[in-house]
Structures are given as C-alpha cells and as structure tokens.
C-alpha cells in the first residue's frame, strides 16, 4: 500500500504497518533527511501530513478471549495486582518511579562492580 | 536516568495536550510491571508542536538509538514532518507518538481517557480497556503477556467492584 504526498523526494517505510509513505527534503538537514540517508530508525517516521493520519481508518480489533492471551493470563501474579488495586493512581506511579531509581542504583552498582 | 516526574511536570507545566500511554498507564491502573519510558500521544495542532517542541528543547532530544553526532535539530518543523518518534533526553526515554497503533490520534483517544494526577502533575491517562484494545490490535508478540497482565486486572478490578 502506498501513499504519496505532495513534492516527493524521500521515501520511508512505516516500522509495523508495510505503508510506504514519501516525504520532501528541503533547506537543513532535518530529520526525514536523516531518516531517507541512513535508512535507520524508520519507526520514526514519517507522515508529516496530519490529514491523511486523520483519514486512516482504525482496524477492528477482536475482543474475543484469545487462547495465547489466556494461557499467558495464568501465570499472572494476581497477588501483586491486588495490592496494587488498593493503592490510587499516583500511589502506583510513585511505586513504579521509586522501583525505576532503585534499578538504576542497582544498574549504577553494576558499572562500578564489574568495570 | 529516567526521571519520570520531572518529564511529566514539563509537559504539563507547558500545557501541552497529551495522554499518557504504555507501561506508565498500565502503572496507573494497576499493572506490576515496570517501564523504562515514558509513551505519550501528543495532540498535533501547530499549538501544540510548538510547545512540545520548546518545553523539550532545553532537556536535548535525540533519536534514541541514532549514532551520535548526526545533525538533529528539534523543533516544531521536525515534529510536524514526522509523526511519532522515540527520543532520549536528560530527563529519561520519551515516546512521542502523532498516532498509536490500533488507537489513532490524540482526538480519536481523548473520549478513552481520564484525568488522573501522576508524579504531582495532573494529566490524562488512557482508559484501561482502551489500552487492551489498542495493544491487541498493535497485534505484537511482545505484547501477549502485558495484555494478559491487563486483562487480569480488569478482572481483578471487576470483581472488588467501585
């Protein structure tokens, strides 16, 4: 599938999707220019025309239980979800950003250990 | 080092328009899983590119995973020939994304999200149904056990009742 805006110079394909969209390349170095260059990161990228986001139709999703979904849902540790239901939202932010300081220390401890 | 309360009082410091998506979601709603970044569907109005692209300046974005020294240059051009993009900057790992797969936009999400005060910053937070619907459509084998973790906390949420 295949979409072209206007002036194209450039082309990128979307990471997940196999839509191939075209940019234009004018004045600095920018970062579609980067993009159609090195031919990395094109995750980035690119549709730089806000309406054809807009008319893009949304897929519709099944939400059927799914049999991988459930057999994966048992190994869940419903014990730390309920404990985490009795805190509120920013109680569990904070838990979250308070466990990503720790690893960093943990990570920090690491670099000095095994430099 | 990710320092996620300073990113998000920023962005809401600058009024940008913006829902928060991702492992930081699932964290408000329950999840026990951790993240490393912070995934936000910004509204992409020339407003607020603007201040997207002011508010983050100062912080050093750069296309995480990008060989360094490549001549980069944020602003709201950058922003409004691009789309989604995943970032670095010295306050942590930003996901910036123009549309989510399986959810769209910032208009087409907004009716799905909630006000919800994250890190001392008041902000909107996609619901938790929405965030399974849009990771099962995002259809990524990644996914399959955050989408299970999901589904058991919508359970788990369900049968405690409000």
């Known amino acids: 599938m295949g979409y072209r805006l206007p002036m194209p110079t450039c082309r990128a394909r979307l990471a997940d999707?196999?839509?191939?969209?075209?940019?234009?390349?004018?004045?600095?170095?920018?970062?579609?220019?980067?993009?159609?260059?090195?031919?990395?990161?094109?995750?980035?990228?690119?549709?730089?025309?806000?309406?054809?986001?807009?008319?893009?139709?949304?897929?519709?999703?099944?939400?059927?239980?799914?049999?991988?979904?459930?057999?994966?849902?048992?190994?869940v540790d419903r014990t730390l979800l309920r404990e985490n239901l009795k805190l509120t939202p920013e109680q569990r932010v904070e838990k979250l950003?308070?466990?990503?300081?720790?690893?960093?220390?943990?990570?920090?401890?690491?670099?000095?250990?095994?430099? | 080092?990710?320092?996620?309360?300073?990113?998000?009082?920023?962005?809401?410091?600058a009024q940008v328009e913006f829902i928060v998506v991702g492992g930081v979601s699932a964290s408000a709603h329950g999840s026990a899983r951790s993240t490393s970044d912070l995934d936000v569907v910004y509204r992409r109005t020339p407003d607020n590119i603007a201040k997207l692209a002011a508010i983050l300046k100062p912080f050093h974005p750069y296309l995480r995973g990008a060989p360094p020294g490549l001549p980069f240059l944020w602003d709201g051009d950058a922003i409004r020939r691009g789309l989604n993009f995943t970032l670095t900057t010295d306050l942590g790992d930003l996901d910036l994304l123009g549309e989510l797969t399986g959810g769209g936009t910032y208009e087409r999400l907004f009716p799905f999200s909630a006000p919800v005060r994250i890190a001392g910053a008041d902000c909107r937070c996609l619901g938790l149904e929405k965030l399974i619907e849009v990771k099962r459509a995002a259809g990524r084998p990644k996914d399959l056990e955050v989408i299970a973790e999901l589904e058991a906390l919508r359970e788990e949420r369900d049968r405690q009742g409000p």
């Open chain 1, 97 to 115: 950003i308070a466990f990503q300081r720790f690893l960093e220390e943990w990570r920090e401890a690491g670099r000095r250990a095994f430099r």
């Open chain 2, 1 to 13: 080092m990710m320092d996620l309360k300073a990113l998000l009082q920023a962005l809401v410091k």
């Open chain 1, 17 to 75: 999707s196999g839509i191939v969209v075209y940019g234009e390349l004018r004045g600095k170095i920018r970062l579609n220019q980067f993009l159609g260059r090195s031919g990395a990161g094109v995750e980035h990228c690119l549709r730089g025309d806000n309406e054809f986001v807009n008319e893009k139709p949304m897929p519709e999703v099944a939400l059927d239980p799914d049999p991988v979904i459930e057999a994966y849902k048992k190994d």
